[in-house]
Protein backbone atom coordinates (compact mmCIF):
# COMPACT_ATOMS: atom_id res chain seq x y z
CA UNK A 1 0.00 0.00 0.00
CA UNK A 2 1.67 3.49 -0.78
CA UNK A 3 -0.39 6.31 0.45
CA UNK A 4 0.12 10.05 -0.88
CA UNK A 5 -1.20 12.94 1.24
CA UNK A 6 -1.95 16.28 0.18
CA UNK A 7 -4.08 19.35 0.52
CA UNK A 8 -1.36 20.93 2.93
CA UNK A 9 -0.77 24.89 2.98
CA UNK A 10 -0.40 28.16 4.20
CA UNK A 11 -3.76 29.31 5.95
CA UNK A 12 -4.57 32.17 8.59
CA UNK A 13 -5.43 31.54 12.18
CA UNK A 14 -9.11 30.76 11.76
CA UNK A 15 -9.50 29.42 8.42
CA UNK A 16 -9.82 25.41 7.25
CA UNK A 17 -8.21 23.26 5.31
CA UNK A 18 -8.62 19.60 4.14
CA UNK A 19 -6.08 17.22 3.96
CA UNK A 20 -6.23 14.24 1.72
CA UNK A 21 -4.83 10.93 1.82
CA UNK A 22 -5.43 8.32 -1.35
CA UNK A 23 -3.90 4.52 -1.24
CA UNK A 24 -2.90 2.53 -3.87
CA UNK A 25 -1.07 -0.53 -4.87
CA UNK A 26 -4.22 -2.59 -2.55
CA UNK A 27 -7.33 -1.18 -1.07
CA UNK A 28 -6.95 -0.20 2.57
CA UNK A 29 -10.50 -0.97 3.63
CA UNK A 30 -9.71 -3.25 6.47
CA UNK A 31 -7.03 -1.18 7.41
CA UNK A 32 -7.52 1.69 10.46
CA UNK A 33 -6.02 5.06 9.41
CA UNK A 34 -5.09 7.86 11.14
CA UNK A 35 -3.08 11.22 10.87
CA UNK A 36 -0.27 12.34 12.69
CA UNK A 37 1.70 15.52 12.55
CA UNK A 38 4.90 16.91 13.69
CA UNK A 39 6.03 20.70 14.72
CA UNK A 40 9.82 21.62 14.18
CA UNK A 41 11.63 20.54 17.25
CA UNK A 42 8.53 18.45 18.46
CA UNK A 43 7.97 14.71 18.40
CA UNK A 44 5.38 13.43 15.88
CA UNK A 45 2.20 13.07 17.67
CA UNK A 46 -1.12 11.17 16.82
CA UNK A 47 -3.62 13.64 15.96
CA UNK A 48 -6.66 11.85 14.72
CA UNK A 49 -7.81 8.17 14.49
CA UNK A 50 -10.35 6.17 12.27
CA UNK A 51 -11.17 1.87 12.42
CA UNK A 52 -11.74 0.74 9.41
CA UNK A 53 -15.10 1.39 8.56
CA UNK A 54 -14.76 4.91 9.55
CA UNK A 55 -18.02 4.10 12.27
CA UNK A 56 -15.30 5.08 15.67
CA UNK A 57 -12.99 8.01 15.20
CA UNK A 58 -11.25 9.21 18.02
CA UNK A 59 -9.02 12.47 18.40
CA UNK A 60 -6.21 14.54 20.45
CA UNK A 61 -7.78 16.98 23.07
CA UNK A 62 -5.64 19.73 21.13
CA UNK A 63 -8.03 19.04 17.66
CA UNK A 64 -10.94 18.03 19.22
CA UNK A 65 -14.23 20.04 18.18
CA UNK A 66 -12.37 21.42 15.47
CA UNK A 67 -10.97 18.79 13.76
CA UNK A 68 -12.55 15.86 11.76
CA UNK A 69 -11.49 12.56 10.14
CA UNK A 70 -13.35 10.63 7.63
CA UNK A 71 -12.89 8.07 5.07
CA UNK A 72 -14.28 6.75 1.68
CA UNK A 73 -13.31 2.83 0.77
CA UNK A 74 -14.91 3.08 -2.46
CA UNK A 75 -12.40 5.96 -3.05
CA UNK A 76 -9.42 4.66 -1.17
CA UNK A 77 -9.24 7.98 0.64
CA UNK A 78 -8.86 9.43 4.31
CA UNK A 79 -9.63 12.90 4.73
CA UNK A 80 -8.95 15.49 7.65
CA UNK A 81 -10.85 18.22 8.01
CA UNK A 82 -9.53 20.87 9.73
CA UNK A 83 -11.25 24.19 11.16
CA UNK A 84 -10.49 26.76 12.87
CA UNK A 85 -7.07 26.54 12.52
CA UNK A 86 -4.18 28.23 14.80
CA UNK A 87 -0.69 28.54 15.10
CA UNK A 88 -0.28 25.48 17.34
CA UNK A 89 -1.58 23.62 14.58
CA UNK A 90 1.93 24.31 12.30
CA UNK A 91 3.09 21.20 11.59
CA UNK A 92 3.97 18.26 8.93
CA UNK A 93 0.77 16.27 8.67
CA UNK A 94 1.27 12.27 7.63
CA UNK A 95 -1.24 10.10 7.23
CA UNK A 96 -0.74 6.34 8.42
CA UNK A 97 -2.69 2.94 8.00
CA UNK A 98 -2.48 -0.34 9.92
CA UNK A 99 -3.45 -3.72 9.35
CA UNK A 100 -5.08 -3.70 12.77
CA UNK A 101 -8.97 -2.81 12.59
CA UNK A 102 -8.51 -0.99 15.37
CA UNK A 103 -6.42 2.14 15.48
CA UNK A 104 -3.69 2.68 18.40
CA UNK A 105 -1.83 5.85 19.31
CA UNK A 106 1.83 3.67 18.98
CA UNK A 107 3.92 4.62 15.61
CA UNK A 108 5.32 1.18 15.68
CA UNK A 109 2.22 -0.38 14.66
CA UNK A 110 1.57 1.33 11.78
CA UNK A 111 2.76 -0.46 8.80
CA UNK A 112 2.24 2.00 6.16
CA UNK A 113 3.01 5.51 6.11
CA UNK A 114 2.31 8.97 3.37
CA UNK A 115 4.77 11.48 2.84
CA UNK A 116 3.53 14.44 4.78
CA UNK A 117 2.11 17.74 4.10
CA UNK A 118 3.38 20.70 5.36
CA UNK A 119 0.36 23.05 7.01
CA UNK A 120 1.19 26.15 8.06
CA UNK A 121 -0.72 28.78 9.85
CA UNK A 122 -0.16 32.25 10.22
CA UNK A 123 -1.51 34.62 13.17
Known amino acids: VQLQASGGGLVQAGGSLRLSCVAS????????VSWFRQAPGKEREIVAAATWSGGATSYADSVKGRFTISRDNVRNTVYLQMNFLKPEDTAVYYCAATRRAVPTTRQYDYDYWGQGTLVTVSS
Open 25 to 32: GRTFSSYA
